[in-house]
């Protein structure tokens, strides 16, 4: 299994990034994949998750009507919409599926 995020950057508050990442090594039809979040000397945040198909989406409180999660079988790809983004979302964000992690992509949310 192999999980590659793209995506990250700068951006000032108000902002918006789109995360993608790139899966590969497994029946990606048949998955359940999340985004999760780690902001400078925190812990690990889970931010949103999708399963196979898009039929279940759930997001957490921190980030619920601002990020939006898709998915597209077609291409292997899973992708994190982040629009208004504010300071306190500044994090490494990692593409996860269950056991396995990408290496993550960094944003950056700043004046």
């Known amino acids: 299994v192999q999980l590659v995020e793209s995506g990250g950057g700068l951006v000032q508050p108000g902002g918006s990034l789109r995360l993608s990442c790139a899966a590969s090594?497994?029946?990606?039809?048949?998955?359940?994949m999340s985004w999760v979040r780690q902001a400078p000397g925190k812990g690990l945040e889970w931010v949103s998750g999708?399963?196979?198909?898009?039929?279940?989406?759930s997001y957490a409180d921190s980030v619920k009507g601002r990020f939006t999660i898709s998915g597209d079988n077609a291409k292997d790809m899973i992708y994190l919409q982040m629009d208004d983004l504010k300071v306190e979302d500044t994090a490494v964000y990692y593409c996860y599926y269950p056991g396995y992690w990408g290496q993550g992509t960094q944003v950056t949310v700043s004046s």
């Open positions: 999708i399963n196979s198909g898009g039929g279940s989406i």
């Open positions: 090594g497994f029946t990606f039809s048949s998955y359940a």
